[in-house]
């Protein structure tokens, strides 16, 4: 177990605020759509889908990312268990994550099904999803780990608020812990966090962000 929770404020009764770093979780505008075109689509999912396709991620958050992914591997008919993996350091309570994700009616069907199954720790089986949320400080976790992803969603929050989760050494265990040909995505742009990936041998293209943001960050490893 991680040693904290996540401890949060409201901004307008809706969106949660991370206390720790002073940042929201997912955007003021669509938080949903947001993670449609930086994860799903900066990912080129859902077109690689394959059975046993396993998704990692830096940051679990709300679990709204894991939610639109599961959405989006149930609604175009894939075979077996989507596999996902997150990192995160504090851990949100359920009830607040419920809270959250009222917010996004779209993904209700999965949140509730997810919620009702979830303690809050750990791994969840959901027949076509198999959850593992690892907790604590992903420069200790990651290395350890013996899986690699075909996709990541590096979803900490801001680098100017939370460079830990961007530095050049857990990039490269990005990398290490990433399939030949597998991608990684992010709303960043940041030019030392772009400079990290492709030190740890990405391929990196800066394409155009969300709503007000202008680019964001394709990895794919070669």
């Known amino acids: 177990m991680a040693d904290q929770q996540a401890r949060l404020s409201w901004r307008e009764g809706v969106i949660p605020v991370s206390d720790q770093f002073d940042d929201p979780y997912f955007s003021i505008q669509n938080g949903l759509a947001e993670t449609e075109h930086v994860f799903l689509a900066g990912n080129d999912l859902p077109r690689r889908f394959a059975p046993g396709f396993h998704i990692a991620e830096l940051g679990f958050g709300t679990g ?3 939610l639109a992914a599961w959405r989006a591997w149930e609604e175009t008919g894939q075979a077996g268990a989507l596999r996902f993996t997150s990192f995160e350091a504090f851990p949100m309570a359920p009830g607040d994550m419920a809270r959250a994700l009222e ?3 779209a993904v ?3 949140a509730e099904r997810f919620l009702a199954a979830w303690s809050g720790h750990g791994a969840c089986d959901l027949g076509t999803l198999h ?4 907790e604590g400080d992903a420069r200790m976790s990651l290395p350890s ?3 690699r992803a075909d996709a990541w969603f590096l979803d900490g929050f801001s680098p100017a608020k939370n460079p830990e989760l961007w530095e050049p050494a857990l990039m490269a265990e990005v990398a290490a812990h990433t399939a030949e040909g597998g991608t990684a995505a992010t709303y960043t742009a940041a030019g030392f966090v772009r400079r990290g990936l492709e030190a740890a041998g990405f391929e990196v293209t800066r394409i155009p962000g969300f709503g007000r943001k202008r680019h964001m960050t394709q990895a794919v490893k070669r």
């Open 103 to 105: 917010a996004f009616p």
């Open 145 to 147: 780990w013996t899986a």
């Open 108 to 110: 209700a069907p999965w």
């Open 64 to 66: 709204l990312n894991m």
């Open 131 to 134: 959850l593992e949320v690892i």
